[in-house]
């Protein structure tokens, strides 16, 4: 009896379910470089460094625990280039009985794991991912009893079902759910920023990202001054860190920009946590203990939680509820090509420059760069959905279908038609100016509403409400905006309307291949 354990890359976690209760003298784990993941978009280089150095460095420790694994290496010979052909491979070599897998992240898999029975005449067993806080089902039946799927009480139930900040009585620690009145204050001058922590690479990161450079050197992204955590125990360092030096001031920055500071007090564990090195629940613990010791103020632990129980964990359920279809939503029915600038960097507007600078630097770009930089040019300047969310699936080392689909279609660029968000993330000039300092050192003027050197955000904000005026105009959290609109002069909206055009023409669409 031989049972073949398959384990994904982003499945790298000790007590994964497939590897709890398993005899090991039994057990084959296998473990897939293959040509079709690493290529199905052509992912940042970085991305593709840490995925395949983390890979590497889990197998050792399994190894170093007792199991048997069968390791394919993207350039050795023989290597079928998919995760179903290896499969079929390893039946071939080791003859299990059985298979036995935990769900994948991604319907693009989980539908090829759907045709293995098929091809093969084994029993195949696909485990929850118990990682996850809320399993697919309940999240499914949280849904279903719902009209509207609210962030804000799926999320209090996660507090409940957690006892995360939650007093005896079971109230919420301090009294509120939610205490973002007292976060996004604009940065002041004088803050000190942590670093994240670095790992310098080891013999076996050095090994990949030689690979990287040589088989991936025509994709996006800068490989050099790789410091990400690779193990779960540099993950652990990291997350210690992050409590230590950062959190006490995650909430009430966390909207902030500031020109060359590409983390703020963000943590920078996204890549940990997706590919397993960490889990969900020990991230918002550590935060919960850092609160209850004293360490950090509520408003920074209780924010932080809610974007790994509450944010995290809904859009994860929302991807699984609303695939495949959510994939190609265009509601507001946005067509323009991506610009070019997404790639290069080469634009004018300083704001969107750094949030693609730090993007190809780090393969990162903290929260509102992407919301309120990156995704809202794109929603306002009507840039196709698919577009954009491919761009968002190749630039960032924490992208992964589940995480990236949800924030770009449903969050970002509204083309979901509001069953993530019910109010577009659309801003003008003035908001990234109270919480940036990027205005005053750009081209363009943000107190300039129209015309070749006015902040372009300004006019394609009005345009865009214009645009959708009857989609969104009775919408009760936009009424305020429709009636500013309603009161200026007409030629002052026809000015708007003009100079939005004229802007979007000088846009250059991205060359083909950037992303697939
Ligand atoms: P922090 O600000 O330190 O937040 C802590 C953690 O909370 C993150 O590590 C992350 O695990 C979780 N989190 C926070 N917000 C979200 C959210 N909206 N959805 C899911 N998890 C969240 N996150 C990804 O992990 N992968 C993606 O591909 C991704 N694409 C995004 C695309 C767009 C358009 C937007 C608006 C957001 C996207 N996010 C994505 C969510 C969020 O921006 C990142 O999780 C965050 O920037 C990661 O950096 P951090 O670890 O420093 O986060
Ligand atoms: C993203 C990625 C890349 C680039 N390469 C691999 C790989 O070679 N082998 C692997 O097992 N996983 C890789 N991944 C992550 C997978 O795409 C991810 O595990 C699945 O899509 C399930 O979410
Ligand atoms: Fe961005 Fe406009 Fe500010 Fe320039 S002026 S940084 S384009 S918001």
Same mark, same amino acid.
């Given at each position: 009896?031989?049972?073949?354990?398959?384990?994904?890359?982003?499945?790298?976690?000790?007590?994964?379910?497939?590897?709890?209760?398993?005899?090991?003298?039994? #057990?084959?784990?296998?473990?897939?470089? =293959?040509?079709?993941?690493?290529?199905?978009?052509?992912?940042?280089?970085?991305?593709?460094?840490?995925?395949?150095?983390? @890979?590497?460095?889990?197998?050792?420790?399994?190894?170093?625990?007792?199991?048997?694994?069968?390791?394919? *290496?993207?350039?050795?010979?023989?290597?079928?280039?998919? $995760?179903?052909? +290896? =499969?079929?491979?390893?039946?071939?070599?080791?003859?299990?009985?059985?298979?036995?897998?935990? +769900?994948?992240?991604?319907?693009?898999?989980?539908?090829?794991?759907?045709?293995?029975?098929?091809?093969?005449?084994?029993?195949?067993?696909?485990?929850?991912?118990? &990682? $996850?806080?809320?399993?697919?089902?309940?999240?499914?039946?949280?849904?279903?009893?719902?009209?509207?799927?609210?962030?804000?009480?799926?999320?209090?139930?996660? &507090? *409940?079902?957690?006892?995360?900040?939650?007093?005896?009585?079971?109230?919420?620690?301090?009294?509120?759910?939610?205490?973002?009145?007292?976060?996004?204050?604009?940065?002041?001058?004088?803050?000190?920023?942590?670093?994240? @922590? %670095? $790992?310098?690479?080891?013999?076996?990161?050095?090994?990949?990202? %030689?690979?990287?450079?040589?088989?991936?050197?025509?994709?996006?992204?800068?490989?050099?001054?790789?410091?990400?955590?690779?193990?779960?125990?540099?993950?652990?360092? !990291?997350?210690?860190?992050?409590?230590?030096?950062?959190?006490?001031?995650?909430?009430?920055?966390?909207? #902030?920009?500031?020109?060359?500071?590409?983390?703020?007090? %963000?943590?920078?564990?996204?890549?940990?946590?997706?590919?397993?090195?960490?889990?969900?629940? +020990?991230?918002?613990? !550590?935060?919960?203990?850092?609160?209850?010791?004293?360490?950090?103020?509520?408003?920074?632990?209780?924010? $932080?939680?809610?974007?790994?129980?509450?944010?995290?964990?809904?859009?994860?359920?929302?991807?699984?509820?609303?695939?495949?279809? =959510? #994939?190609?939503?265009?509601?507001?029915?946005?067509?323009?090509?991506?610009?070019?600038?997404?790639?290069?960097?080469?634009?004018?507007?300083?704001?969107?420059?750094?949030?693609? &600078?730090?993007?190809?630097?780090?393969?990162? !770009?903290?929260?509102?760069? *992407?919301?309120?930089?990156?995704?809202?040019?794109?929603?306002?300047?009507?840039?196709?959905?698919?577009?954009?969310?491919?761009?968002?699936?190749?630039?960032?080392?924490?992208?992964?279908?589940?995480?990236?689909?949800?924030?770009?279609?449903?969050?970002?660029? %509204?083309?979901?038609?509001?069953?993530?968000?019910?109010?577009?993330?659309?801003?003008?000039?003035?908001?990234?100016?109270?919480?940036?300092?990027?205005?005053?050192?750009?081209?363009?003027?943000?107190?300039?509403?129209?015309?070749?050197?006015?902040?372009?955000?300004?006019?394609?904000?009005?345009?865009?409400?214009?645009?959708?005026?009857?989609?969104?105009?009775?919408?009760?959290?936009?009424?305020?905006?429709?009636?500013?609109?309603?009161? @200026?002069?007409?030629?002052?909206?026809?000015?708007?309307?003009?100079?939005?055009?004229?802007?979007?023409?000088?846009?250059?669409?991205?060359?083909?291949?950037?992303?697939?």
């Amino acid at each position: 009896m031989t049972i073949l354990i398959p384990v994904l890359g982003d499945q790298l976690t000790h007590q994964l379910a497939s590897l709890r209760d398993v005899d090991r003298s039994g #057990a084959v784990v296998l473990m897939m470089e =293959v040509a079709e993941e690493t290529t199905y978009v052509r992912h940042h280089k970085r991305k593709i460094a840490l995925i395949l150095s983390a @890979m590497r460095h889990f197998a050792r420790e399994l190894e170093e625990d007792g199991w048997t694994v069968d390791y394919v *290496r993207l350039d050795d010979p023989g290597n079928k280039g998919s $995760f179903t052909g +290896e =499969v079929m491979r390893a039946i071939d070599l080791h003859r299990p009985t059985s298979i036995r897998i935990v +769900e994948p992240g991604e319907w693009r898999v989980k539908t090829a794991i759907d045709g293995w029975a098929g091809q093969c005449q084994i029993p195949i067993d696909v485990l929850p991912d118990d &990682r $996850f806080i809320c399993g697919i089902l309940k999240f499914q039946t949280w849904a279903q009893a719902r009209n509207e799927l609210t962030m804000e009480f799926f999320y209090r139930d996660m &507090r *409940r079902k957690t006892g995360l900040l939650m007093k005896v009585d079971g109230k919420p620690e301090g009294g509120q759910w939610n205490l973002d009145k007292e976060n996004r204050v604009p940065p002041k001058r004088g803050l000190n920023y942590p670093e994240p @922590m %670095h $790992f310098a690479p080891d013999e076996t990161t050095e090994e990949v990202m %030689h690979l990287v450079a040589n088989r991936f050197g025509g994709h996006f992204g800068r490989l050099e001054n790789f410091g990400l955590p690779v193990t779960a125990a540099q993950a652990k360092s !990291a997350l210690a860190h992050f409590i230590q030096t950062a959190l006490p001031d995650f909430g009430t920055y966390q909207d #902030a920009m500031v020109t060359g500071q590409d983390w703020l007090y %963000h943590s920078w564990l996204s890549p940990a946590l997706n590919l397993g090195l960490l889990t969900p629940i +020990e991230v918002a613990q !550590a935060a919960a203990s850092a609160y209850a010791t004293g360490a950090v103020p509520l408003n920074a632990a209780e924010d $932080f939680i809610r974007q790994i129980i509450g944010w995290r964990e809904y859009v994860r359920g929302y991807y699984w509820l609303e695939m495949p279809e =959510v #994939a190609d939503a265009n509601a507001l029915g946005a067509t323009r090509p991506l610009p070019e600038f997404y790639w290069t960097g080469e634009t004018d507007m300083l704001c969107m420059a750094e949030a693609v &600078r730090n993007t190809r630097d780090n393969a990162y !770009a903290h929260h509102i760069q *992407r919301l309120m930089v990156l995704g809202n040019f794109a929603m306002l300047a009507g840039v196709r959905p698919q577009e954009v969310a491919d761009w968002f699936l190749v630039v960032y080392a924490d992208a992964y279908e589940w995480v990236e689909l949800p924030n770009v279609i449903g969050m970002s660029q %509204h083309a979901d038609g509001g069953r993530l968000a019910t109010k577009p993330y659309a801003g003008g000039g003035a908001y990234i100016n109270r919480m940036s300092d990027h205005c005053g050192r750009c081209r363009y003027d943000v107190k300039l509403k129209t015309g070749p050197d006015a902040c372009p955000f300004n006019a394609l904000y009005w345009d865009f409400l214009a645009r959708h005026e009857r989609r969104f105009r009775r919408n009760r959290r936009m009424m305020q905006m429709y009636a500013n609109w309603d009161r @200026m002069d007409p030629a002052v909206r026809d000015s708007y309307r003009a100079s939005a055009a004229a802007f979007l023409d000088t846009l250059e669409p991205a060359a083909k291949g950037w992303a697939r």
